[in-house]
């Protein structure tokens, strides 16, 4: 399950893209290139026709001197080999290059281009360009878009890795509409769902089996005071069917202005409905605490916020200054944040050790914590609260208290998101979003898709009460 909040506070999150990578020369150093010709030479494309209606020639060429439409897929095949976190099978990407232009629907009236020269990023896309020629021949289509299909293909269908994606020009650019620091939006958890699989998996693109789920409206937010529910799931946006669009460009285009109105289409258990929503600035306390009783102190994280560390630290030094001797740490619906943040608030309650650990190819990076924490004392018993929705640094937190034996975890198993992604600029305007890193807990778990297991494992049942799990916590703490 993905959670996104639909606001700009979602992109505080250890899965938000790094500095943008151009990559724009045009010989592409590493990349396979056809044995059957020379640089530059095209070469008649075996089981395809020789002659088209149109007289034109099929035939490959290598990803050395490639047709200038097929540049953005060669650079995108030697960006996914070359940076991807995981060993990628090469034939896999070639299938769904050539499954995405076969899928692909070409606009009525266009017309065969003048050339059907296809570039080879390796032999194994020789069914690619297969794919690219019949294609041309009997529904036909501008090369780019072809090309954009099948860089989109070797993502979708070439990698098992639902947060990996291709942005075409049109969808980078709404996705990157918002102005950076601004929390404008509905005020909205929301989570992807592939219906295929058991668990419910995340997805990227939004399809009968891919469905876009409300996971809660926020308190005081414009989503809550329309009547969005958890479980509502979206189909359309401002009246225009999201079937095809990737989940990150719904969640864009949710996002706007405050003041500006925005109009989704629900289905609620089979009943299509339709809410007009007005944006807003939505204000998120980062922190809350309280006290329960004389020693019991709680403490929520909304989301790990770049100024959290400071917010936690006051409230944290409060609860103990009251007389805490017990730290209840709620994390259910932290979508994630800032790693320093993250650092930060497991340095807390940590006296030393690690608090993650970062795998790429070819590189492990070790985070230690940062002396000086006020709550180390082992006599201060910590209780973390988890829920599916809690991910990305709530879970660099939540596993390193675990590794380290310093908290026990209530609640349900968290959502599993442990990678990171970087953006990637192409040539023709688009860009890819690769996931390029893996974190894993100190003593080296990695949780991603399943998430962490609590010591406690306590479902939540839909449309229970917001202290639900405070309540089944406070029984346990208290015998």
Request: glycine share 8%; proline share 8%; aromatic share 6%.
């Amino acid at each position: 399950m993905k959670y996104r909040a639909l606001l700009a506070a979602a992109i505080l999150t250890l899965a938000a893209c790094t500095a943008p990578a151009s990559v724009t020369a045009s010989t592409v150093p590493g990349v396979t290139t056809t044995p059957t010709s020379s640089p530059g030479t095209p070469t008649s494309l075996p089981g395809t026709p020789t002659s088209s209606p149109a007289a034109v020639t099929p035939g490959t060429t290598s990803c050395d001197n490639p047709p200038e439409a097929f540049q953005p897929l060669c650079t995108a095949y030697h960006i996914i080999t070359t940076s991807y976190v995981d060993p990628v099978d090469d034939s896999r990407l070639a299938e769904g290059a050539a499954r995405a232009i076969t899928e692909h629907e070409s606009e009525p009236g266009a017309t065969a281009p003048d050339s059907l020269t296809c570039a080879l990023p390796s032999p194994a896309f020789a069914q690619m360009c297969n794919a690219f020629v019949e294609e041309e021949l009997t529904d036909p289509a501008p090369t780019p878009d072809l090309v954009a299909a099948a860089i989109s293909g070797m993502l979708q269908y070439g990698l098992d890795d639902p947060y990996s994606v291709y942005f075409s020009p049109d969808a980078l650019a709404r996705f990157q509409e918002e102005t950076s620091g601004q929390i404008e939006g509905i005020g909205a958890l929301v989570r992807s769902e592939d219906t295929s699989t058991p668990e419910d998996g995340p997805c990227s693109t939004i399809s009968d089996t891919c469905q876009l789920v409300i996971v809660t409206p926020l308190e005081g937010g414009p989503a809550e005071g329309v009547g969005l529910r958890s479980g509502d799931i979206m189909t359309t946006v401002d009246g225009e069917s999201i079937d095809g669009w990737l989940v990150d460009e719904v969640i864009a285009e949710v996002r706007g202005p405050a003041g500006t109105d925005v109009t989704l289409g629900i289905l609620r258990d089979g009943t299509p409905l339709e809410f007009t929503i007005t944006r807003a600035a939505i204000d998120i306390p980062i922190v809350s605490s309280r006290m329960i009783d004389d020693s019991i102190g709680y403490l929520e994280l909304t989301i790990f916020a770049t100024n959290a560390p400071h917010q936690v630290d006051t409230a944290l030094r409060e609860l103990l200054d009251a007389g805490a001797t017990t730290i209840i740490l709620d994390l259910q619906h932290d979508p994630g944040g800032s790693l320093n943040s993250a650092i930060f608030v497991a340095s807390e309650f940590l006296s030393d050790g690690l608090v993650l650990r970062t795998e790429a190819p070819g590189d492990t990076e070790e985070y230690p914590v940062t002396p000086g924490g006020i709550a180390t004392d082992p006599s201060i018993a910590l209780y973390v609260l988890v829920d599916r929705a809690s991910a990305s640094a709530s879970e660099v937190v939540t596993g390193a208290f675990m590794d380290a034996g310093r908290a026990t975890v209530i609640g349900e198993h968290t959502f599993g998101k442990n990678t990171v992604q970087q953006q990637f600029n192409l040539g023709n305007g688009g860009a890819l979003k690769l996931t390029v890193a893996r974190w894993v807990t100190p003593k080296g778990h990695d949780y991603g898709k399943v998430g962490l297991t609590p010591d406690i494992l306590i479902e939540i049942p839909d449309g229970a009460e917001p202290d639900f799990l405070l309540n089944k916590a406070l029984e346990i703490i208290r015998g």
